[in-house]
C-alpha cells in the first residue's frame, strides 16, 4: 500500500486565486511528521512546510498552510494568492517514527507529486 | 538554515563506471541523507547517515552503492558498477528538527 498518496498529477489556477493540492497518509505509528517541497523546473527540493502529527494547530508558513485532517489522514497543502513562480511540482512526504524526545531523523517517503501550473 | 551542496552538478559516464557523488554540509550535522529521484517519478530513499554510520538504507542501497564521510566533511556516494538504470537525480539532504534540507542534486546520466 502507498504510504503517501496524491491523486492530482495536475492542477490549474488562476493567478492570486487559491488552490489546494491534495494529500493522503497512511501510517499506524501514532507519531509522524508530514511535509511539503516545492520542485521547480529547475530541480531543486525546496522545503515548504510541516506538520507533526501531535501540533494542535495547522502549520502556515507566509501564503503556504497545511490542512491537516488527522481523522482522515489527509495533509492538504493550501497555496494562497498563487503566483507565476508557484508553477512547479510539489510533493507530500511523511517522516514515522520518532525518538523518546520528540524528535525524529528518519527517512522521507514521498507521493508521486502534483505538477501545479499558474496562469497569468 | 543553509541547504549542503553538492558536486557535480552533472556527470555523465559510461555503463560499468565508478562514480563518486559528493556533499558538502555544513560542519557538525550527524544526519545525512541520499535520495534519487529517476526522471519523472517520485523521491526515493537510498540511504541515511548518522554519526558517521549507515543508519537505515532500502532495498535499491544494494551492494553497488556505498557512503562515506571519509574527512568528517565532505560527504560521498559511490556507485561502484554503473548501469543505464542508475540515471537519476541524486539528493543528499541534512537533517533537521523538523524537516530536512536538500542539495541541488548532481544529475547521473549513464550510457
Known amino acids: 500500500a502507498q504510504k503517501i498518496t496524491q491523486t492530482q498529477p495536475g492542477m490549474f489556477v488562476q493567478e492570486k486565486e487559491a488552490v489546494t493540492l491534495d494529500c493522503t497518509y497512511d501510517?499506524?505509528?501514532?507519531?509522524?511528521?508530514l511535509f511539503w517541497y516545492k520542485q521547480p523546473s529547475s530541480g531543486e527540493m525546496i522545503f515548504l512546510i510541516y506538520?507533526?502529527?501531535?501540533?494542535?494547530q495547522n502549520a502556515t508558513e507566509g501564503r503556504y498552510s497545511l490542512n491537516f485532517q488527522k481523522a482522515r489522514k489527509s495533509a492538504n497543502l493550501v497555496i494562497s494568492a498563487s503566483q507565476l513562480g508557484d508553477s512547479a511540482m510539489y510533493f507530500c512526504?511523511?517522516?514515522?517514527?520518532?525518538?523518546?524526545?520528540?524528535?525524529?531523523?528518519?527517512?522521507?517517503?514521498f507521493g508521486q507529486g502534483t505538477i501545479l501550473t499558474v496562469h497569468p | 538554515e543553509p541547504e549542503v551542496t553538492q558536486t557535480p552538478s552533472h556527470q555523465v559516464t559510461q555503463m560499468g563506471q565508478e562514480v563518486i557523488l559528493r556533499c558538502v554540509p555544513i560542519?557538525?550535522?550527524?544526519?545525512f541523507y541520499w535520495y534519487r529521484q529517476i526522471l519523472g517519478q517520485k523521491v526515493e530513499f537510498l540511504v541515511s547517515f548518522y554519526n558517521n554510520e549507515i543508519s537505515e538504507k532500502s532495498e535499491i542501497f544494494d551492494d553497488q552503492f556505498s557512503v562515506e564521510r571519509p574527512d568528517g566533511s565532505n560527504f560521498t556516494l559511490k556507485i561502484r558498477s554503473t548501469k543505464l538504470e542508475d540515471s537519476a537525480m541524486y539528493f543528499c539532504?541534512?537533517?533537521?528538527?523538523?524537516?530536512?534540507?536538500f542539495g541541488p542534486g548532481t544529475r547521473l546520466l549513464v550510457l
Open positions: 506538520q507533526g502529527s501531535y501540533d494542535q
Open positions: 501510517t499506524s505509528d501514532p507519531s509522524y511528521g
Open positions: 512526504a511523511m517522516r514515522e517514527g520518532s525518538n523518546a524526545g520528540g524528535t525524529s531523523y528518519g527517512k522521507l517517503t
Open positions: 560542519s557538525n550535522h550527524l544526519y
Open positions: 539532504a541534512r537533517g533537521g528538527r523538523e524537516t530536512q534540507y
